[in-house]
């Protein structure tokens, strides 16, 4: 039986260790990386990888999009797509810095509190995200947005950059969503008037909502943090982790406060995780 490689392709100076290790994990027989791929490398490589084996096979050859930019790598996938040629297609998926899945996850979950405890649609919900001009950040508010939601990005160094992604989500998806100002910790208490969910998808190890600004928040329901490097995102949560059970590093916490205790709900535990598999036959 022919093995099943996968090529991992990145725009970085080196393919992350994670991809690797969750590659091999997954059952793949070869993985190979490459580093520093840019956009106009995309045809050249797909046509080697999608030649080289019979049509029987194609299906065993993977080619993975990494690196950390989500646009950029939404463009290598259009590139692969219009390079794919019948009956030779080999399979092919995106996931940069893990922000697809990860930001899937992260938006179920908070649908999943949203629907269990208070009967709500994620459709009618107002969503904050900070850490919005990171690829997590990106990811969860194209899929907050595509399910419905009023989406508010949140920059940390103001709104200039957030607005960026405002239009790139709208020029790539469709979606309207709006840019606002979380430079401070005003500022930051002043985005989360009138929100239902809060997403924090910021930098490993940084703290974006302390326990007096998620106070003032009287309307939130859920706040969710991807950060797996303590401190976490959110004050609230890391108070919750370290008080309660341990996790594994690859960790998604998410909590909801409900009125009138205002205590945090976890939502599982152990808490979920994600393993991706080939899709080969």
């Not at 692969?80 to 179920?108: C, H, N, Q, W, Y």
């Not at 490097?229 to 008080?243: I, Q, S, T």
């Not at 909801?256 to 939502?267: G, Q, V």
Request: proline share 6%.
């Amino acid at each position: 039986m022919a093995k099943n490689i996968l090529h991992m392709l990145s725009s970085l100076k080196h393919m992350s260790p994670f991809d690797v290790n969750m590659a091999i994990d997954a059952g793949f027989d070869a993985v190979i990386p490459y580093s520093g791929v840019t956009l106009n490398d995309i045809v050249p490589l797909v046509r080697d990888a999608m030649f080289s084996r019979s049509p029987r096979d194609a299906v065993r050859t993977g080619v993975f999009i990494a690196g950390k930019d989500a646009g950029l790598a939404l463009d290598m996938m259009e590139q692969v797509r219009a390079t794919l040629l019948k009956p030779f297609e080999i399979s092919a998926f995106a996931d940069p810095a893990g922000s697809f899945t990860t930001a899937a996850a992260m938006v179920a979950c908070a649908e999943k509190i949203l629907k269990e405890q208070k009967s709500l649609a994620l459709a009618k919900t107002k969503i904050v995200i900070f850490g919005a001009t990171g690829v997590v950040g990106y990811a969860s508010g194209v899929i907050s947005a595509l399910e419905g939601a009023e989406v508010f990005l949140a920059g940390y160094d103001g709104p200039s950059r957030v607005q960026a992604k405002a239009d790139d989500m709208k020029k790539r998806f469709g979606v309207d969503v709006h840019a606002v100002d979380g430079s401070t910790e005003e500022k930051k208490a002043a985005a989360l008037v009138g929100m239902d969910v809060v997403l924090c998808a910021a930098a490993a190890g940084k703290q974006i909502l302390s326990k007096e600004i998620l106070a003032t928040a009287k309307s939130l329901l859920v706040a969710a943090d991807v950060n797996a490097v303590p401190p976490l995102g959110v004050e609230e949560l890391w108070d919750a982790f370290v008080n309660g059970w341990r996790q594994p590093a690859a960790m998604l916490d998410v909590c909801a406060r409900f009125p009138p205790s205002n205590r945090p709900f976890r939502l599982s535990r152990p808490p979920m995780s994600l393993v991706i598999r080939p899709s080969f036959g």
